[in-house]
């Protein structure tokens, strides 16, 4: 493979990244606009959160074996069109139960997307020779915020539910239909008699550090807005800077994480990661007002910038592990911690409150310092 080809295959990468996290961008703005149109209440509204989360779990520990069967660039592409696809279902609902539906098959494709353009990603970061993972998350998160502006100028525009993610997710379409052309073909061979990628072996600790990762992200990305208006007294209007200060800082880091992993090391990067976090979140609970709790956020999205590139390219990389079956692994146990978090802190907030709560995720973090170590030791990552 040639230099250009090679830059292209890397440009292609991180434009599905970037589509995909427009997608999920898309999906949150709307959330508020599938409320109001289909009169839920937020229960019901929760119905469809999980199962959009449990779709993007469930078929996981298989979708590890699929990709290893018919390669990571097709089924990358098959999952990128039919997730643009998917997200248009929700829109189209007329009721709870089609809602909650459409909802599961949408997480289902995006859970699909998620396995199979990481595992590309492993795949072009090896051919490269360096580390490269943390730009594609970057790219992700920017779509990410694409993706929620486009929809509220849409919105602002007084376009409806159904054009909205009509013109968005046509949007997508162009962008994986063009970036397929470049997109770096690989097809492996599934090692295992089965296709069940259940953690196991020394990828164990990596989906372990992966599941505290994502609790933490999870608590954050669901509670920092309530946190701020509950605890730290912010306004209703001033309550998301939290997360947006998250968002940003995260977005930001990414993008100079490559940088990081190259001159720290995947260990010290995550230990540093694991650290910050620790310092942001206690930040946030020892001095709880509205200026500190966003600034402590903000610390946070720079502490786990980067942890979870971290461990999907050591995934990607395990000796005797295909780079699809590693990912999975890593994934699905990870995701498990994005659906347990928020209600964690929920559930625990109603009896110590909050405040309390973030204590608990201090103590995540200083679990991801001290694990990173042992968890990276066995990896066999051709660069550091």
């Known amino acids: 493979m040639t230099r250009r080809d090679l830059l292209l295959a890397r440009v292609a990468a991180s434009a599905i990244f970037f589509g995909n996290g427009f997608g999920i961008g898309t999906w949150a703005a709307q959330l508020p606009r599938f409320k109001a149109s289909l009169r839920l209440s937020d229960g019901e509204l929760s119905l469809g959160l999980l199962a959009f989360s449990l779709g993007a779990v469930a078929l996981m520990p298989v979708i590890g074996w699929a990709v290893a069967v018919v390669g990571s660039r097709t089924m990358s592409l098959i999952a990128a069109f039919s997730f643009a696809a998917a997200l248009l279902l929700p829109g189209l609902a007329p009721s709870l139960p089609l809602f909650v539906a459409a909802s599961l098959v949408a997480g289902a494709c995006n859970g699909t997307m998620d396995i199979a353009m990481n595992t590309n990603a492993t795949v072009v970061e090896r051919t490269w020779g360096s580390a490269i993972m943390s730009s594609f998350h970057a790219f992700f998160s920017l779509g990410g915020l694409a993706g929620a502006a ?23 379409g162009l962008l994986f239909l063009t970036t397929g052309f470049w997109t770096m073909n690989e097809t492996e061979k599934a090692s295992e008699g089965h296709g069940f990628a259940w953690p196991r072996g020394p990828v164990v600790l990596l989906a372990v550090l992966a599941m505290f990762c994502f609790i933490v992200e999870g608590a954050i990305v669901d509670w920092s807005a309530i946190y701020l208006q509950t605890v730290a007294g912010a306004s209703l209007e001033a309550a998301v800077s939290g997360f947006a200060a998250f968002s940003l800082t995260m977005t930001i880091c990414r993008f100079m994480g490559d940088f990081a992993v190259r001159h720290l090391g995947r260990t010290r990067t995550l230990q540093l990661g694991g650290l910050l976090s620790a310092l942001g979140l206690a930040l946030a609970m020892i001095l709880p007002s509205p200026l500190a709790a966003s600034i402590g956020f903000a610390l946070v999205g720079i502490g786990l910038a980067n942890t979870v590139p971290v461990l999907f390219s050591t995934a990607g990389q395990m000796k005797g592990i295909p780079p699809s079956m590693g990912v999975a692994m890593v994934a699905t146990l990870g995701y498990g911690g994005l659906l347990m978090g928020p209600p964690l802190i929920g559930f625990g907030g109603e009896i110590l409150g909050l405040r309390a709560m973030l204590g608990l995720l201090i103590v995540f973090t200083f679990v991801i310092i001290i694990m990173s170590q042992r968890a990276l030791q066995r990896s066999t990552v051709q660069f550091s």
């Open 150 to 172: 486009a929809s509220g100028l849409l919105i602002r525009l007084d376009v409806g539910i159904v054009p909205t993610l009509l013109i968005s997710c046509s949007g997508m």
